[in-house]
């Protein structure tokens, strides 16, 4: 594993840009800190279906109701 620095990164952008895309993962040193650029797998998107494909799903009002209740029931808060 070789560290390189940001002066280095700047000059050879492109060449360490390729290693990492090679599946050679390439570490700059930043500060204290070291970062890792590498490849990464993107994940296919989900599906968009065309407006009203659940519409049977949620035709009864009831269980429309019934749904958005338990829904507001969560408070979901991320952590930060």
């Known amino acids: 594993m070789t560290l390189l620095s940001v002066t280095e990164l700047k ?3 492109g060449d360490i840009l390729d290693r990492a895309v090679a599946g050679k993962p390439q570490f700059v040193m930043r500060g204290n800190a ?3 650029i ?3 797998e993107l994940l ?3 599906h968009q279906h065309p407006v009203g494909y659940y519409a049977d799903a949620y035709g009864d009002a009831g269980r429309m109701s019934r749904e958005r209740r338990a829904a507001d029931a ?4 991320p952590e930060r």
Not at 74 to 77: G, L
Request: a positive charge; zero cysteines.
């Open 11 to 13: 000059s050879a952008a």
């Open 34 to 36: 070291v970062v890792m």
């Open 38 to 40: 590498s490849r990464a």
């Open 44 to 46: 296919a998107g989900i």
């Open 74 to 77: 969560v408070k979901f808060t």
